[in-house]
């Protein structure tokens, strides 16, 4: 038996009960399937206070920040489930990663990236400045990244029923392994 | 005499003594000499634990962030200074923003956009990605931004003595004044 | 009785009898019943070689190139029309401003932005990196941008009879009136 | 003796006697004596029509088109020297790729992006732009992009003798060598 390398699904947002979680869970259980142990990190779970407690001379300082960003330092490949705030990424995706090790934390590593929003872009725009972001800290960037538009909030089955959406995940899944 | 409207500029990180604060009030200083009242929001001093105190279901309920905020509220012109993290703007900025009730914080209202680096970059990539999210609240950004490329840690000279960014800032605020 | 200004449209391709002349068409026949006088400039009919006959050191120095878009040199105001190609706009739409005397060509001017797309899209990609570079010649770009995604070939109807795409497009007319 | 890959230099500009060229034979070099067979495309070389004859209803129909583009059919790996224009690419780059059929052209191929201006930018905007068109058809795309700013018109010298540049230079190779 090959042993698959384990992955971690990053949940994009700090917001409690998020669907950014359901959908994060989805592609934990797609993973699952084909056999790949997951590691979630929930921006959610995150200290309170990070943004001021965890970056510039704070940074690696932090017990509580540094335990939930161990599974960084240690993972290869990651998946990044980036709701649409504002037209772009939530801002404490950002704030999180400005807490992080350079460039050790994400240098050639690998990323697939999920962009959902209610409304009609898809975070088209998140993602986009979001690889920018990556590549920046030297990390590869599936070029399939999803974009999953038009979902309500908090409704999974808007994904799970959707007409193309499962499949588009099944693809991006596939592209991610073989990447 | 005519009554001028105040401006309000913005440090765009939460790190303290920070060069972005001292190109602030570089720019608070010339507006000062053309007797424009000058307001300063520095996001250092919004409370350490907003992303989680201030947004979402406690949107508009954290008063020591609705404190510093209101400024916002009231403001019509801002100018944004914004040093490169990691290839974009802070991640706090934007949980700023993310933190703010839409759309009438920025919505027609004024924005000048300052880049500031220590690399070759002059916050291109971060000025580019802010303005998609100021366009996508609905707020005016002057086409003129400063990019302050190859400054030293915490200097104010490397702009104030440099040969050409004093005239770029003044040509700036000159475009902004009129817009 | 006040004179309008005049407005010039852009149609953003040289593909003949495109979606975009029609949907340029459209905008123009909002205008018309507002009473601004319309000027349209389509790529396609611009030299068939003008990429190579009009940039460079022939810069100027096509007649055809040159009486096709004395609309740019002598206009305020521009509406551009720009489909997606290959994710962002069509590669001729930059090669004819490539072309244009700069900086008065563009510069201290107001332009207003529509994107369509048969995909899911709407050229979400192809309005911000067009702002990048409008904003870089020093022009104005309206804030509220009009995205029409799921477009049908050459079916304007799929844009007339749509549920909220009329109601988008007066709203930013409107915005772009009093810009 | 391992047989290496060949590589495709595309020169992403029209303009004749371009230091675009010269980077790229540059890079060619670089590869040659680390015995990689180079292929070279320059835009110059396309017919001068052949943004009205080589694509729409065009697509695949010009046979000098076709011979100048075979290389990116046959072709696995691509890189790509984008001198800034206006801010981003030369239109003229992107008209060429809204020739090529899609997707078989970059699909799942890999492309590494070198940029440079006489500006201070060295076409930052331009690689992020190019960057989202590349993963919008598919190509993997170097997270190593190497900006060359500052340069002098038609001087390859103020890139081979600087300071840092040709270290940039090869270690972008390198990172592609095994990308």
């Known amino acids: 038996m090959v042993q698959n390398q384990p992955i971690t699904i990053i949940i994009g947002t700090n917001r409690s009960t998020s669907l950014s979680e359901k959908v994060g869970i989805y592609y934990g259980e797609q993973l699952a399937k084909k056999k790949y142990p997951i590691h979630y990190l929930n921006l959610n779970h995150l200290p309170h206070d990070f943004a001021f407690s965890a970056l510039y001379d704070q940074q690696n300082k932090n017990t509580l920040f540094n335990q939930q960003t161990d599974c960084i330092t240690k993972g290869i490949r990651f998946i990044f489930i980036i709701p649409e705030y504002n037209g772009s990424f939530?801002?404490?995706?950002?704030?999180?990663?400005?807490g992080l090790p350079f460039p050790q934390?994400?240098?050639?590593?690998?990323?697939?990236?999920?962009?959902?929003?209610?409304?009609?872009?898809?975070?088209?725009?998140?993602?986009?400045?979001f690889t920018d972001i990556l590549h920046y800290v030297g990390m590869h960037v599936l070029p399939q990244k999803v974009r999953l538009p038009n979902l309500k909030k908090n409704d999974i089955t808007t994904i799970t029923h959707h007409e193309t959406y499962p499949g588009l995940i099944d693809t991006q899944i596939e592209h991610f392994l073989s990447f």
């Open 90 to 98: 939530p801002g404490v995706l950002k704030t999180f990663l400005d």
């Open 105 to 129: 934390s994400f240098q050639n590593k690998k990323a697939a990236l999920v962009g959902i929003s209610k409304g009609s872009q898809g975070a088209t725009l998140a993602l986009s400045h």
